[in-house]
């Protein structure tokens, strides 16, 4: 019986006794130190860092303060909030709540086996962007006595922001474009509606965000028209955010539909679907210029000759400022374009050379057939090094590319593929 309440957290009296015995019976010595020291150390058992879920919404304007919601997991009453640019902040106003539990409907079948999702806390936050903070997306993070967070993110932006209305049946209606709409897959088959009517004649861009935050979501956008038809559709199912462009016709009402491509639904699943009336930039040829040069380059995307939801070009002289990127909105007579990423270097900039490459040098190439490849031609000497790195994504292509080197017979000395990064990118 004395065992026993030792090891249900009896009296200090009770353990005081045994201790006593323990000196009248020094052969169980041992085995109530052992008891002694699991009760020290057992309570640090399964403590776990804390993970951040989502922000909800997770875009704002510089020159506002917004309240948010903050999804975390293990989170308590004494996280710390951090964002990576120092002029923003983000500060909690209420503690952390509950553990939230997902709501019906639920799975039943097969679906039913998959793992679930973790359990959220959510706590309401302040988030303040002073003026002057350039759009694209901010790194923040959370901490307390058990760790850090790896960070998540959120979006800095100048359109302005619509937050989803909850348990509306009726598609939400949109006022007036531009918008960014701030929503929320909350539950498993959820289908998110938004309805706007169109003011002129012209090509309107439809853009979803989740990756870029942090967001699970694999979304597909729908557009139908005033009798259901579907006239234009996308499908994320790469996880890299897509865009769709169509024509749309004054006065008539447009009906978007966004919902997960295997129709789940997760408080986490955020997202950030924009709708812009203009066209929409792809590509640019070259994609990117010296600091400080003006030259002309090639802009790809649609609608951006005719206003027609086609693939065409345009030519535009662009100046490039000093910074690293920037976003370039391509002007035309149907409308202004979203913001395409541009980039700067201190390299000379060519497209495609034909002849021997002088170095160093960045090239934008096209790959315009199914299994085509680019060469170029370089000259070296014994002791040279060279770095050679590709990459697709982070212009806006969807290409998943490899550099091979090659000697003048054309035997291939080595190859890069993937690299740590990305999918999309190649190193040598």
Excluded at 135 to 147: K, R, S, T, V
Excluded at 154 to 171: A, K, N, T, W
Aim: glycine share 10%; aromatic share 8%; net charge neutral.
């Amino acid at each position: 019986m004395a065992d026993s309440q030792a090891h249900s957290g009896a009296a200090v009296p009770s353990l005081a006794h045994r201790v006593q015995e323990d000196r009248r019976q020094p052969h169980m010595r041992p085995f109530h130190t052992l008891v002694t020291v699991l009760l020290v150390v057992s309570p640090a058992v399964g403590q776990h860092a804390p993970s951040i879920g989502y922000m909800f919404p997770s875009a704002g304007r510089a020159g506002e303060t917004i309240e948010v919601t903050l999804g975390g997991y293990d989170w308590t009453p004494d996280m710390q909030l951090f964002v990576h640019d120092p002029r923003i902040t983000l500060e909690m106003i209420a503690p952390p709540g509950p553990v939230l539990v997902p709501e019906p409907p639920y799975w039943f079948g097969k679906k039913a086996r998959r793992g679930p999702f973790s359990l959220p806390r959510e706590t309401r936050a302040r988030l303040t962007i002073p003026a002057g903070v350039a759009p694209g997306p901010i790194g923040w993070q959370a901490a307390n006595a058990n760790g850090a967070t790896a960070p998540g993110r959120f979006v800095v932006g100048e359109l302005p922001v619509l937050v989803e209305q909850e348990g509306r049946v009726d598609p939400q209606l949109i006022a007036e474009l531009p918008i960014r709409i701030a929503g929320q897959i909350k539950h498993i088959r959820e289908v998110d509606e938004y309805e706007f009517t169109a003011s002129r004649n012209g090509p309107v861009t439809c853009a979803i965000t989740a990756r870029t935050v942090g967001s699970s979501l694999n979304p597909i956008v729908e557009v139908r028209d005033q009798s259901g038809r579907m006239i234009a559709d996308a499908a994320d199912t790469g996880g890299h955010d897509t865009a769709l462009t169509f024509a749309a016709e004054a006065d008539k009402s447009y009906r978007i539909r966004v919902y997960d491509l295997d129709f789940r639904g997760n408080r986490a699943f955020t997202y950030q679907l924009d709708l812009t009336p203009g066209p929409r930039v792809v590509a640019a040829i070259p994609a990117g210029g010296r600091r400080g040069e003006t030259r002309a380059v090639e802009f790809v995307g649609y609608g951006i000759a005719s206003g027609q939801p086609q693939l065409e070009s345009v030519v535009r002289e662009v100046s490039f400022p000093a910074e690293a990127a920037f976003g370039y909105r391509l002007e035309t007579p149907h409308g202004t374009s979203p913001p395409f990423r541009l980039y700067t270097s201190v390299l000379p900039q060519t497209v495609e050379p034909m002849g021997l490459l002088t170095l160093p040098v960045a090239v934008t190439g096209i790959i315009s057939q199914r299994y085509g490849h680019d060469r170029y031609r370089v000259a070296g000497k014994q002791g040279d090094v060279w770095s050679i790195s590709a990459a697709a994504e982070a212009i806006g292509s969807p290409l998943d590319l490899a550099v091979a080197l090659c000697d003048a017979a054309g035997k291939e000395l080595q190859r890069g593929d993937l690299t740590s990064r990305s999918l999309t990118e190649a190193l040598l």
